[in-house]
Each structure stands twice: as structure tokens, then as C-alpha cells.
């Protein structure tokens, strides 16, 4: 199963704005910075954000981007939706009708429904915040603060 890197690359955007202070937000700028991506990728990946709802953008000189709620009510589903978008991932083409000749119902796009709806409720059941607990068991959270924290200065 391949997704793409926008999955990832929104992960990492949640996360991030997940370490900043009450009332303060963050630029485009600064965010694709800190994850080394393409400035107007970034922006395409932020619009999609906040049109599912998960960051809110904030206009004005002090303007950019937070989240809309909490890191544990957001899963990973949610996010792939917004990424991915509401389509099936497995597009049959009827080719096993043609196979076995007089099938109504193409088996193999039944038995794919199925795993994706298990895999779409696993996804369901893991949100960010377990994802940043398990980020904080590796890494050094107070890096990523303190980076935050500059980013923000006159903000605060």
C-alpha cells in the first residue's frame, strides 16, 4: 500500500503546531522551513488543512497557522481524509467479471471494501497525541520548543 508523502509531511505540520503557546501561531514560512519542503507545496498542504478543519489560519502581520483542536482529537484517519481525500483506495476494473463470465458482483472489490474498512478503523483508533507521546519517548521535545518559542517571539 503506498500513500503519499503529504501524509507524512501533514503528521509533521500537526505536531509542530502542537507545541505552541497559547495564542500564538505559525507562518508558512517558518513551517516549511523547519521540515525542508517547497514553500507553495506547503501553503497547498495548509489550504487542505484547514479545509478539513484540523488548523485554522489566522490573517494579519502576526498571522499563521494552529490547530483547530487537541492532538487527541485528531486521528490518523482524519488526516489521511484530508490528504488523501473520501475515495476508495482500490479502483477495480471488473476484471475478474471477465474472468468468470455471468458474476453480478465483483468479489475482489467486496474483499478489498472489507480490508480497507479494517485498516480505516485502525487508523480511527490512533490519534495524534499517541503519536507525540511516542515522538517524545525518542525524541527531545524541549529542542522542538525552544524553536517554537523563538519562532513566536513577538507574538508573546
Request: aromatic letters at 6%; proline letters at 3%; a negative charge.
Amino acid at each position: 500500500m503506498k500513500m503519499k508523502s503529504g501524509m507524512e509531511q501533514a503528521v509533521s505540520v500537526l505536531l509542530l503546531l502542537s507545541r505552541l503557546p497559547v495564542q500564538a501561531s505559525l507562518t508558512s514560512e517558518a513551517i516549511s522551513q523547519r521540515l525542508r519542503v517547497s514553500p507553495s507545496y506547503l501553503k497547498k498542504l495548509m489550504r487542505t488543512l484547514v479545509q478539513a478543519g484540523l488548523a485554522e489560519s489566522l490573517p494579519g502581520t502576526k498571522g499563521g497557522f494552529t490547530l483547530t483542536k487537541p492532538l487527541a482529537d485528531i486521528t490518523l484517519y482524519d488526516v489521511y481524509q484530508a490528504v488523501e481525500g473520501r475515495g476508495s483506495m482500490y479502483q477495480g476494473k471488473g476484471l475478474l467479471q471477465s474472468v468468470f463470465e455471468g458474476e453480478s458482483q465483483c468479489v475482489l472489490e467486496t474483499v478489498m471494501a472489507e480490508i480497507e474498512d479494517k485498516w480505516a478503523n485502525l487508523m480511527r483508533e490512533e490519534s495524534l497525541q499517541h503519536v507525540m507521546d511516542r515522538v517524545g519517548e525518542l525524541y527531545d521535545l524541549e529542542k522542538i520548543d525552544d524553536w517554537v518559542i523563538k519562532q513566536v517571539k513577538g507574538q508573546l
